[in-house]
């Protein structure tokens, strides 16, 4: 098969957004501080190198359909939709939040041209489908670093009545 010059276009904005997601998440980690440094740390560099997979998984793909993929690093800088990252030293609540929004607008970016890959190449869809799973878990990972517990957590009876001692409840 040979891939139509829209789907070759559709698989290059994949790409390139794959391919700033991985400079993004390494300029993150390089450049994240403050609390949970360590984890959010590592979890950059699981996320980068996912990226990284991703993006060649991508443009093997489109050199399979006879496309030509273009990572240039100006190439990518002209046309990835997601937004630059900032510099400097960021706190780890910051990297979490700008993190999950790179995500999700990689994610936005191959849900938005997902039903014409199917409709042209379901092989190359079904790509889509397992790298838009890993992300979105990423995001949800990451993003749990901001929430709040939402569980009302009381002690049990018996933690209560402490050593040696038994509470009405367990003295039954």
Do not use: C
Not at 65 to 85: C, I, N
Not at 110 to 126: G, K
Request: charged share 25%; aromatic share 4%.
């Amino acid at each position: 098969m040979k891939a139509s010059k829209t789907l070759s276009t559709t698989l290059q904005s994949v790409l390139v957004d794959l391919i700033e997601l991985n400079i993004q998440g390494k300029q993150a980690h390089w450049n994240v501080v403050g609390k949970n440094f360590r984890d959010l740390h590592l979890q950059l560099d699981e996320i980068v190198a996912a990226a990284r997979v991703f993006a060649d998984e991508v443009a093997e793909r489109m050199r399979a359909l006879h496309a030509l993929p273009d990572g240039r690093s100006t190439t990518v800088a002209a046309s990835t939709s997601l937004e630059q990252y900032p510099g400097g030293l960021v706190d780890t609540k910051d990297v979490a939040k700008l993190v999950v929004a790179r995500l999700e607008g990689t994610v936005a970016t191959m849900r938005t041209v997902h039903d014409e890959v199917d409709e042209e190449d379901p092989t190359t869809a079904d790509i889509l489908h397992a790298v838009i799973a890993k992300l979105e878990q990423f995001a949800w990972m990451v993003d749990a670093e901001n929430l709040s517990p939402t569980a009302n957590v009381t002690e049990p009876a018996a933690a209560k009545a402490g050593p040696g001692k038994t509470s009405a409840a367990t003295a039954k």
